[in-house]
């Protein structure tokens, strides 16, 4: 009999590292896999879908304006069980990080279903940082039964928590193959405009920028956008933000940067011309997660806007360089990889960590070489 899968995720970047998990287990006929989202983040999880040819066979639609973390976890828990009753999965996949990641790992658990966690094994320790994804993680992997961590240093994390390392397969990250599929694809036109408009072709240097964590609102994150404010003076570069749709980002982020010269923002892009326009990026500054790991896929130097990450194996690395929210760290060590060609050589040459592509099937022969009860 094959082995009933339920795949379960809910914004973009769930949808984005778990889509080549997805298509690996279609492919297998020793399962039989189903999809629920909850589209915690509908608009920007529906284009992931579309792009991989994902038809859901279960949609929640669970998005409500200006939604509180308690509200959306009420809602997981109580239009989930339902599915997982009519489901009846023997498996439970979930991705990350996320409100659905962490609701619908505990409401497994509850039902006695074995749970598998994509991306496992990430720590900051602290919870608050990134918040509240920290804690998010944590009830994932105290419930999960299979741990596909993205690297050895995930995996030691979690050997260090008390997993059986019998539990724990190193897998690489799937964004990566994501990333390789994507990649391949026609530039977009809304791309090769925009680069046209902003003279990337004639030497403009183009500074990629994404920025919306939670706990950067308020200061820190003015703190960023001043920063840009400053970098825009040179005239050798364009910098290209396109702006999250949170208010507490929208608000700052208008106020501050609009109609600055060299600034251009834009509203929140798609995965396929989102990573198309980082292949041209010469420098990332970014408080994201999921794109501490592509760029360097590209060899494109990445500050890291926040003063922990749970990614160090790309700090380690040299891929990655931590730079916090201060104004004059930001400036300075961008700047630096600007104008020295060593220092930025250095970052840009550094080996990708993260994964080589081919996660999505090891994880897929992890789950059918777990041990029949």
């Known amino acids: 009999m094959p082995i009933r899968v339920l795949s379960i ?26 999809v629920c989202v909850t589209a915690q983040h509908r608009e920007m999880l529906d284009q992931v879908l579309d792009l991989f040819e994902i038809r859901p066979d279960v949609d929640l639609d669970l998005m ?45 658990y509850y039902r006695r279903i074995k749970v598998g966690h994509v991306e496992a094994g990430l720590r900051t320790y602290d919870k608050w940082q990134p918040f509240p994804e920290e804690i998010n993680r944590k009830i994932a992997g105290v419930t999960a039964d299979l741990h596909f ?3 050895e240093w995930t995996k030691n994390n979690l050997l260090r928590e008390g997993v059986p390392e019998t539990a724990i397969h190193v897998t690489g990250n799937p964004v ?3 990333l390789r599929f994507v990649s391949n694809q026609k530039e977009p036109e809304f791309v090769t405009r925009l680069a ?13 920028v994404t920025a919306h964590r939670r706990e950067n609102f308020g200061v820190p994150l003015e703190n960023v956008f001043e920063s840009l404010k400053i970098l825009a003076a040179r005239d050798d570069i ?51 997660g999921g794109i501490q790991e592509e760029a360097p896929s590209f060899g494109i130097p990445t ?32 700047t630096l990889l600007l104008d020295n060609s060593a220092a930025y050589s250095k970052m840009a ?19 059918l070489d777990f041990p029949v009860e």
């Open 9 to 34: 995720f809910g914004t973009r970047p769930e949808a984005v590292k778990m889509a080549p998990v997805v298509l690996a287990l279609g492919k297998n006929p020793e399962i039989e896999p189903f």
């Open 64 to 108: 409500r304006p200006d939604q509180s973390l308690a509200g959306l976890s009420a809602a997981i828990f109580s239009h989930l069980e339902p599915v997982l009753e009519s489901i009846h999965p023997e498996w439970v996949l979930v991705q990350g990080d996320t409100t659905t990641v962490a609701i619908a790992s505990l409401l497994s």
């Open 149 to 151: 961590a993205p690297t």
């Open 176 to 178: 990566i193959d994501s």
């Open 196 to 208: 046209e408009q902003l003279g990337l072709d004639q030497g403009k240097r183009l500074i990629l």
């Open 238 to 288: 364009e910098i290209v933000y396109p702006v999250h749709l949170n208010p507490n980002v929208q608000e700052p982020a208008r106020r501050i940067l609009q109609d600055v010269p060299h600034i251009t923002l834009l509203a929140p892009l798609d995965y396929l011309p989102m990573v198309h326009l980082m292949k041209r990026a010469e420098i990332v500054l970014t408080d994201s």
């Open 303 to 334: 500050l890291v806007l926040r003063d922990v990450t749970e990614r160090p194996e790309g700090v380690e690395a040299g891929t990655l360089r931590l730079v916090g929210t201060n104004v004059e760290k930001i400036t300075t060590e961008t």
């Open 349 to 367: 040459k550094a080996a990708n960590p993260f994964g080589d592509g081919f996660a999505a099937g090891r994880i897929v022969k992890a789950l």
